[in-house]
C-alpha cells in the first residue's frame, strides 16, 4: 500500500539555525498538508497546500516556517531561525482531494529537537 | 477547538470486542466522520470514516447514530497491536475551501493480555 515518507526521522538543530524537514506525498495525490505534535500533547494543523501554493494556514505558520514542492515528488517544511518551542514532531500528510470525504495519509514523522 | 467528545481512555481484553464512543453533537448534514489511530511514535493511521450509514473494513466497523451526533468504532477483537490514542474527527472546512482536521485529545485504549 502507497505511504507518505519522511526523512529524516529525527533532526537535531542548535537554535537558530535553519531546518528543512522532507516529506514524499503519495504519488497521485494532490493536496498536502503538515501538522506538528509538541510532547504529549495535541496534533496540530500547521498549513495546507495545493496547486503550489498555500491555502491554509495556522497561526502557528509565521514568516519562520515555508512550504515548497521543489519537484514532482517531494514537499517540504522550512523554518528560518529555530527556537526551542519548535521542538516537536512533525507530521506530514497528503490527500487525492479535498472533499469532506477524502481522508489524508500521514507519515511517521520527523522528531525535530532544538537545542 | 475539536468538534468532538471521547473519553480519555478505556481498557480492553484482548480477543474481545471494544467500542469506542464518540459525540459530535454539532455535527452538519455534510460532515463526515472520521476515525483515526495514532500508536506510538508513529503518526496518525487512518481507520475508517463515514457519513450516514455503517461502515465496515478491515480494520474496524462504524456505527453512526440515526441523528448522527454520535458514532461509535468497532473493533471486533481486539489485539495488543490496536493499543493506541483513537482519535474521532470532523474536518474544519476553511476559508480556502480546502479541510483540515482538528485533533482533539482523543482515547487511549489499553489492551490487556
Known amino acids: 500500500e502507497p505511504e507518505v515518507t519522511q526523512t529524516p526521522s529525527h533532526q537535531v538543530t542548535q537554535m537558530g539555525q535553519e531546518v528543512i524537514l522532507r516529506c514524499v506525498p503519495i504519488s497521485n495525490h494532490l493536496y498536502f498538508y503538515w501538522y506538528r505534535q509538541i510532547l504529549g500533547q495535541k496534533v496540530e494543523f500547521l498549513v495546507s497546500f495545493y496547486n503550489n501554493e498555500i491555502s491554509e494556514k495556522s497561526e502557528i505558520f509565521d514568516d519562520q516556517f515555508s512550504v515548497e514542492r521543489p519537484d514532482g515528488s517531494n514537499f517540504t517544511l522550512k523554518i528560518r531561525s529555530t527556537k526551542l518551542e519548535d521542538s516537536a514532531m512533525y507530521f506530514c500528510a497528503s490527500s487525492t482531494r479535498t472533499g469532506t470525504n477524502q481522508p489524508q495519509h500521514f507519515g511517521d514523522g520527523t522528531r525535530l529537537s532544538i537545542l | 477547538d475539536a468538534k468532538t467528545t471521547q473519553p480519555n481512555s478505556m481498557e480492553s481484553n484482548e480477543e474481545e470486542p471494544v467500542h469506542l464512543p464518540c459525540n459530535h453533537s454539532t455535527i452538519s448534514g455534510t460532515d463526515y466522520i472520521h476515525w483515526y489511530r495514532q500508536l506510538p511514535s508513529q503518526g496518525p493511521e487512518y481507520v475508517i470514516h463515514?457519513?450516514?450509514s455503517n461502515v465496515n473494513n478491515r480494520m474496524a466497523s462504524l456505527a453512526i447514530a440515526e441523528d448522527r451526533k454520535s458514532s461509535t468504532l468497532i473493533l471486533h477483537r481486539a489485539t495488543l497491536r490496536d493499543a493506541a490514542v483513537y482519535y474521532c474527527i470532523l474536518r474544519d472546512l476553511t476559508t480556502s475551501g480546502t479541510y483540515k482536521y482538528i485533533f482533539g485529545t482523543g482515547t487511549r485504549l489499553k489492551v490487556l493480555a
Open positions: 463515514g457519513l450516514t
